[in-house]
């Protein structure tokens, strides 16, 4: 198990989004297992990419060949370890569930999430910050490293069971009830508006705008950004289709029947 620390504000875990599969069925292990795993892939990339002296400095660290580099990854994340053996075995299970589904559906998207959000989520460790959670992981594994992105309320929901496409959702439902419940609940128009709208509420999301059959969702530009965001979104494309109209009818006059 590990344990937050002071100023971990801006730190963040990031993790295969197929894990998430695991916090429904336990919460409280699921949330350890993330962690573990984010600690442990952060500290491998520190193992294949050494930070530099700068950094060494930075955070105290005297030497980088006499330290373990998952101490390192911890005290860079703001994260306390308790059993090094607990996390690394933890980590093991993770990589092979990983593996397994990856084998069956390709690579996942790895969302980063801040520490002491799953921190809280795992210590309050009830099903409406579960779920609450699960949504934030589900957004932001759509939203990656863009500004914003244009989805649908189904594929938020598909997402916050796990899965990244509808065949994989398709056998999920139909191969774990626990998983299926929790997808059925918030396919629902009513219950996943209301956890959209509290993902902005607790300030986990900026802004959300449904326009036309999408929403719009941002957990970096506010309302008025993401506004003109889509404005040039929407102006780009119909820029695009009308150069295409344009083309077409160019090609019909120069190429067209005699």
Known sequence: MVRKMRNSEYHYFQFPLCLLQKVHKNAYDG?????????????????DHPPNDGILNEWQIESW???????IAAKILGVKLGSKNSTKNRHKIACDFIAEKTALWGA????GIKTDFIFDARDRNNPSETYLMAA???VKSIIGQKKFAATHKCVIACRMVGCKRNEELRQTLKDDPVLANVYNKYINRYHIDRIIKELINRGFLRSKIAYGRQIFLSDELDYKELQKEIVAMKQSKQ???????SRMAISQILHGKR
């Open 136 to 138: 934030l992981i589900g």
């Open 108 to 111: 996942y998207p790895k969302p």
């Open 239 to 245: 820029h695009n289709q009308k150069e295409k109209e």
């Open 65 to 71: 060949e006499e330290t373990d580099p998952l101490d």
């Open 31 to 47: 949330f350890d297992m993330i962690m573990d795993y984010g600690l442990m892939d952060f500290a491998n990339k520190l193992q």
